[in-house]
């Protein structure tokens, strides 16, 4: 038997929350998201003064995160990024238009060995979209640590 983890709107508030005040503590006006497994989005937080883009392509970097079950960056990230040139997913991006995004800000939210759904950054560099990607994955795992596997 299979069994099946979900995180919930309760899940995703307080790592929306971590990864607000990460950027606000960085200085970055960012758009968060969290989507679930079959990355349907939970929840999304456009910070004030964040791009309007910023909507749509956190929520392509959480797609990706949860639906390719990696951080979005690792695609492109020399030698064997497999969406570089000569690689074996190269041109990918285009599979699915305006929902697959190849580049940093995507991290997938993994419990018991498990994708539960993943998080989208977008509106910084990607340093800052990994730093408060980091903060978002840092509150899931301190949220699940209490959880019985």
Not at 44 to 73: C, D, N, Q, S, Y
Not at 89 to 97: R, T
Not at 103 to 131: C, H, M, T, W
Request: charged share 15%; hydrophobic share 45%.
């Amino acid at each position: 038997m299979h069994r099946i983890h979900r995180i919930t709107l309760d899940d995703a508030l307080p790592l929306l929350a971590a990864g607000r005040a990460k950027a606000e503590e960085i200085g970055v006006k960012q758009t968060l998201c969290v989507c679930d497994e079959s990355a349907n989005v939970i929840a999304l937080h456009r910070l004030p003064g964040a791009r309007l883009t910023g909507v749509e392509i956190a929520m392509a970097k959480a797609f990706t995160a949860a639906g390719h079950e990696r951080a979005t960056h690792l695609f492109n990230e020399p030698p064997n990024g497999p969406a570089l040139p000569g690689n074996e997913a190269f041109g990918i991006s285009h599979m699915l238009p305006g929902k697959f995004a190849i580049f940093v800000g995507g991290f997938p939210l993994v419990f018991d060995g498990q994708i539960v759904g993943a998080v989208g950054i977008s509106g910084g560099n990607g340093e800052q979209d990994k730093a408060v990607g980091a903060a978002m994955l840092a509150e899931f795992e301190a949220i699940t640590a209490s959880v019985a596997h």
